[in-house]
């Protein structure tokens, strides 16, 4: 069975930093984009950041872009997203999600995590 | 970027109802549409992708259709499980976006 597993969410003030973790388990991790999808309190999806199997392409939102980093450890089946620069408008549930293809570009998002949840606040 | 609109935003409707929601998106995406289904507390869930293929799994009661701008999700007969907020996506190109969502709930 496909799982993702987040973890690493947390309470940080602005300006602060944060590293999430996404756990993949149930296929073979190597082949397949992720993505991070973040979801604040009431409100609708938001597509995050994306990577590409060997983790040799990124894609970033502009409302992210210079300030969070995604990245993956193939060899532990594992993706992260490094927080930096922290806002309160960051403040929302974070999920990770597989894509369909080796590549992220047109990869559909067919299996989500849970979420791990963010708050900025001081 | 592609910017996705949705309607309506919400709906009332009794259960065995047809329900049909709408999905545009602001330049053409070829099928790059997925449709995910989310309940409160919960992670969404993928229901169809490429715009008329259903997620293994899914059951036959839901369908998307549509092509270029505009899409459709249809529930054949509503069920007490199918309330829930409904999202479209794009995954044609990056930035990925979403559909501000439509709320399915019970009259």
């Known amino acids: 069975e496909v799982q993702l597993v987040e973890s690493g969410g947390g309470l940080v003030q602005p300006g602060g930093s944060l590293r999430l973790s996404c756990a993949a388990s149930g296929f073979t991790f190597s082949s397949y984009a992720m993505s991070w999808v973040r979801q604040a309190p009431g409100k609708g999806l938001e597509w995050v950041s994306a990577i590409s199997g060997s983790g040799g392409s990124t894609y970033y939102a502009d409302s992210v872009k210079g300030r969070f980093t995604i990245s993956r450890d193939n060899s532990k089946n594992t993706l992260y997203l490094q927080m930096n620069s922290l806002r309160a408008e960051d403040t929302a549930v974070y999920y990770c999600a597989k894509g369909i293809r080796y590549f992220a570009q047109v990869s559909y998002m067919d299996v989500w995590g849970k979420g791990t949840t963010v708050t900025v606040s001081s | 970027d592609i910017q996705m609109t949705q309607s309506p935003s919400s709906l009332s409707a009794s259960v065995g109802d047809r329900v049909t929601i709408t999905c545009r998106a602001s330049q053409g995406i070829s099928n790059y549409l997925a449709w995910f289904q989310q309940k409160p507390g919960k992670a969404p869930k993928s229901l169809i992708y490429a715009a008329s293929s259903l997620q293994s799994g899914v059951p036959s009661k839901f369908s998307g259709s549509g092509s270029g701008t505009d899409f459709t999700l249809t529930i054949s007969s509503l069920q007490p499980e199918d309330f829930a907020t409904y999202y479209c996506?794009?995954?044609?190109?990056?930035?990925?976006?979403f559909g501000p969502g439509t709320k399915v709930d019970i009259k």
């Open positions: 996506q794009q995954y044609n190109s990056f930035p990925f976006t």
